[in-house]
């Protein structure tokens, strides 16, 4: 007999962006399937003003606390708060920093913020968003070339937030529809440079996805052939012979999140180089 769902608050206290403690406590609340987390993310908590007005809400609603702040300062007032309110309160980031310190030999230069710094691994990342944004659903084809990872496949396999995500960790992305009937660009079939990744998904699971894109969208599908499963299962037919005819790897997303997914791009590619 499953459990009723219970509820927590989680409060995500950082000096930055919040996306490192946002993806920690997210990580951790999966692992409680019948206790779900009320997230409050207090993100660009820099002074010790801000700070006590993040406590008098945790102090409202009380919960678990975890923090990213280098200051050591405006952590030990977060802490000595918590621990007077007997909350469990946690710094992500300070074991992680003991470590480093423990075998570099050296204290961390406690820089706020410094993971977003504006330097060429940032600006990589811009022209890798723009290049992918650019190059969605088999637009601008002639300069595929210049890709570093191409993404093929039927409507709704995840092509484009695939795509989007591998652009945010600074790798050129373009991705090109197959579509049952028609042939794929010429220039697909010549390049040389991009990694060619082929993405498939069972009929059912691409059914059920093209059924909810019906119903939320305003644009006319012709919803019995767009997600009849039998004429997926030609579309993925027809992609697969596609995909073994130019020697492209396959990867099935049926069951796999766009992280797990991308993750497993990444170790073609470099298996492949």
Known sequence: MNKPQSYFHLHLISDATGETLLAAGRAASAQYKDARAIEHIYPLIRT????????????AQPGIVLYTIVDQSLARIVDERCAAMGLPCVSVLEPVLTVFQSY???????RVGAQHVLDAEYFRRIDALNFTMEHDDGQLPA???EADIILVGISRTSKTPTSIYLANRGIKTANVPIVFGLDIPESLKTATKPL???LIATAERISHVRQNRILGSSVGYQAESYADRSIIAEELAHARK???RHGWPMIDVSRRSIEETAAAILALRSRSR
Request: aromatic share 0%; net charge negative; with cysteine.
């Open 242 to 244: 596609i995909c073994t």
């Open 143 to 145: 300069d595929v070339e």
């Open 196 to 198: 060619i990744v082929g």
């Open 48 to 59: 010790e003003r801000q700070i006590a007005a993040v406590l008098e809400e945790i102090d």
């Open 104 to 110: 570099l030999g050296e204290p961390a230069g406690r």
